[in-house]
Structure formats: structure tokens, C-alpha cells
């Protein structure tokens, strides 16, 4: 009796409250202006500060089949800095702010970087996804698509310079097909199958990453991390027992018992950009980061079931013309402004917010960024037209919901013709952990 209610509280419990928090396997440091620690694991990717704050979280499902890596980094646009990308549903691309810039929400099946056109510091996206393989220029836009019907699962993209063009074909496989390998012109055009695949694809920045990261731990990678020019210091881990040694002194600059018992993931690098290192190390459920000192920093609990992302949108300026009624206001701009205040305290932005906030809720990679939109009121105070002035939130629906909402306001104090506002709007969130 006893046995059988205790597999029956497991089987309710089982889905939620048993779940392990994640174990961080991988950590990178991307080093310059608004520089972030990227911590990988299993369903996500955390970007952080180095207090330790998280900067932006991403939670992505891993690809069945395919490529096994989850995150690459890779400078794409040949800047000198590596972008991040998570392969997974969706497959993204975040720019130097770790803000997204490319993603396919079904994710890629198949995923390769290359040089298919144009300079080769600037590397191309090759995406395969839906039975298509999909080229992209490393700033997101569209370059071709070669459909194969929806049918066709592609794997193993690759890329490979065939005919000494200084430009990559696409080579790829189709799922139950074991020989042979399609291949695709740089310019989009079907060369046809049964090629044998001679891709060169483009290696993440980081390397072998394994191979670097037993050096990192072993204590056979030494680094400045005080920034003093002298007394290298170095990474031993033992178990859970870290030791961070100093060769110029007798005593470690530091030593601990890392929480939750494992290291799993290290990496060094300068976070904030002001010369001295830190330190990154990831365990199950927790990243820690050292300071230069030696000092604890912060340990952040990396468990996917408890990240939040809350939307944050807000009005940065707004002004109208023609709005009041000029033989009752002594004031023109005063009473324009007067005018607008009301609509917007009244109705208008929290409409504007629900919109971000919906679409936000539905697809968590929705861009951040400002909008701008231009509002004509007609004689009785209706919306009658709307223009996007500026937007960097490249999702139409975002910008339609706000148009839709806005033809139910109604602004009390106009009589003029030709009035119009303007709304400034800056949409993004912030992420817990
Ligand atoms: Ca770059
Ligand atoms: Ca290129
Ligand atoms: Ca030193
Ligand atoms: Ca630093």
C-alpha cells in the first residue's frame, strides 16, 4: 500500500517540483563596450554582468536531430567581436547588445556560417528549416531560399568554395538519404546530388572548447587576473575544490567548495572592460563569478523553471498639433499638450502596452527596441490614420495591434482639421532569474 502511494505522489509531482535545476556546461566571456558572461545549458542561455546580474535569458529547446552544439560564437559581421547564437527552437542570432536581431522560431534543422557572398570578413547565416534552406547576410536580411517541400527534413549543412569562385556553395543532406550530399550554387541554383560533401565550415571563435576548458581547470592555463602585470595565477579544481593560486605568493587568492558540488564549465575573461579579469565558474544550478581579488562576486541560480521575463514599455515623448481648440485655449501648445496627456493617462498607452506585452507573452524573442508612430485625428477626435515613423521592432503585428487599439481612442478636445500626435515609445523587458 505504501510503495504504490509513493509512486503516485512521484507521478504528480514528477513534472515540476522534481525538476533539477540546470547544469551550466558551458561559459564564455565576450570581452568590449557592453561586454556580457554567456552561461549554457540545457534549455537556455544566460547572458551576465560582471556583478553577477543577469543581462538577458534565452530558453531554447534542443533540436532532435542534427548538429549537437547548442550556442556558437562567432564574430559574423567582422567587427572583432564574436555574436552568439543558440541552435535550438528557435534558432537565434543576438547582436552586441545580446538583444535579437535574427531567429527562426521552428528553429534550423540544419546551420551553417559561411562566406556565400560578398566580403568574407562577413560571414552568411545558411538556415535549414521547414524543407527550405534559407540564406541570410550576417545583419538578417534575406539573401535566397531554395525550397525543397515541406516534406524534406535537411541536415548536415555545410559550406564549401567548389569552383574557386572566393564564395561558398551550400552542400547539405536529406534525412533517409545516407550518400551523398545535395549542393547549391552561392547564387541559389540547384547543381544537383551525389556529391561527395567537402564543407569547410566556419569554427566557433572559442575553438576546442573541451580541450581549452581541461587546460582552464588543470591549472595549465595561467592568466593575470589582478591585471599587475606579474605572479600569474591560475585555475585548479578538484571535484568541487577550487583553487585559485597565485605562482608569485605562497597563499591562493583563492579557495572554495563550489556549490552544488561540481564544476562543470569555466571561463576567464574581463567582463566590464576595466583590465582586471574575472572568473566564471558553473556548476548544476549555479554560476559564480570571482572578482580579480579573489573576492566572491555573486552566484547566480540557474534553474529554467524559474526565469521571468517581464515586459518594460514605456512612452519616451509625445506631442500633437492641432488637437485644442484655439479660441478656448490661450495657450495653443499648452493646451495641445493638455489634450494629449488626458488620452494617453485615460486609455491610450496602456493599450499600447497590453500589445507588447501579448505578443511578447507569445514569442519571448520578439525584438526590443523604440517605435515612433504618427496619429491623424479628424474633426470629431477619431484616429483616422497612422504612419510608422521609425520602428526597430521588426514585427509587424506589435506595431498592428497598436493601430487597431488606437482606433478606439478618442480625443475629447479636438475641433481642428489636420491634427495629428506623435507617440515615442521605447518597448523592451527585463529578465530574472
Ligand atoms: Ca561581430
Ligand atoms: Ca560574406
Ligand atoms: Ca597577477
Ligand atoms: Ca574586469
Redesign the pocket.
Known amino acids: 500500500m505504501f510503495a504504490s502511494l509513493a509512486a503516485l505522489t512521484l507521478t504528480l509531482f514528477g513534472g515540476s517540483a522534481w525538476a533539477a535545476p540546470a547544469t551550466v556546461d558551458r561559459l564564455e566571456v565576450v570581452e568590449g563596450e557592453g561586454g556580457f558572461g554567456l552561461a549554457s545549458f540545457e534549455g537556455g542561455l544566460v547572458l551576465l554582468k560582471a556583478n553577477g546580474d543577469p543581462h538577458r535569458i534565452y530558453k531554447f529547446a534542443r533540436i532532435k536531430e542534427g548538429t549537437p552544439d547548442r550556442v556558437r560564437v562567432v564574430d559574423v559581421d567582422g567587427d572583432g567581436r564574436p555574436e552568439v547564437f543558440g541552435l535550438g527552437v528557435p534558432t537565434f542570432m543576438l547582436n552586441k547588445k545580446g538583444d535579437p536581431l535574427w531567429d527562426v522560431p521552428k528553429g534550423c534543422q540544419g546551420f551553417a556560417l ?11 547565416l545558411v538556415c535549414a528549416s521547414g524543407g527550405a534552406i534559407t540564406v541570410y ?2 545583419d538578417a536580411q534575406e539573401v535566397w531560399s531554395y525550397d525543397y517541400g515541406r516534406r524534406t527534413v535537411i541536415l548536415d549543412v555545410g559550406a564549401a568554395d567548389t569552383a574557386d569562385t572566393g ?1 561558398e556553395d551550400v552542400e547539405f543532406r536529406i534525412r533517409g538519404q545516407k550518400k551523398g550530399f545535395w549542393r547549391i550554387s552561392n547564387a541559389g541554383e540547384e547543381l544537383g546530388r551525389d556529391f561527395e560533401a567537402r564543407e569547410t565550415q566556419v569554427q566557433d571563435e572559442t575553438g576546442d572548447y573541451k580541450a581549452r576548458l581541461a587546460d582552464l581547470l588543470g591549472g595549465k592555463t595561467s592568466f593575470d587576473l589582478n591585471g599587475d602585470g606579474a605572479g600569474e595565477e591560475s585555475l585548479k579544481v578538484e571535484g568541487a575544490h577550487v583553487v585559485i593560486a597565485s605562482s608569485g605568493k605562497g597563499k591562493p587568492l583563492a579557495e572554495f567548495d563550489m556549490p552544488g558540488g561540481v564544476v562543470a564549465s569555466a571561463a576567464v575573461g574581463d567582463i566590464d572592460g576595466d583590465g582586471k579579469l574575472e572568473v566564471l565558474l558553473g556548476g548544476v544550478g549555479v554560476v559564480r563569478v570571482v572578482g580579480f581579488d579573489g573576492a566572491v562576486r555573486a552566484d547566480l541560480r540557474i534553474d529554467p523553471a524559474r526565469m521571468q521575463r517581464t515586459p518594460v514599455a514605456t512612452l519616451s515623448g509625445a506631442n500633437a498639433t492641432g488637437l485644442a481648440v484655439p479660441h478656448k485655449a490661450d495657450n495653443i501648445e499648452e493646451a495641445d499638450e493638455e489634450a494629449l496627456r488626458e488620452l494617453l493617462e485615460q486609455k491610450g498607452f496602456g493599450a499600447v502596452k497590453a500589445c507588447y506585452e501579448r505578443r511578447l507573452k507569445s514569442y519571448p524573442l520578439t525584438h526590443r527596441g523604440k517605435v515612433i508612430l504618427k496619429f491623424e485625428v479628424d474633426g470629431t477626435g477619431k484616429i483616422r490614420g497612422q504612419h510608422t515613423l521609425y520602428s526597430d521592432v521588426t514585427n509587424d503585428a506589435v506595431v498592428g495591434c497598436i493601430s487597431k487599439a488606437a482606433k478606439r481612442w478618442t480625443v475629447i478636445k479636438t475641433q481642428k482639421k489636420g491634427a495629428h500626435m506623435i507617440l515615442d515609445m521605447q518597448l523592451g523587458w527585463t529578465d530574472t532569474l
Open positions: 559561411a562566406n556565400v557572398m560578398g566580403d568574407e570578413k562577413q560571414k552568411e547576410t550576417h564564395n
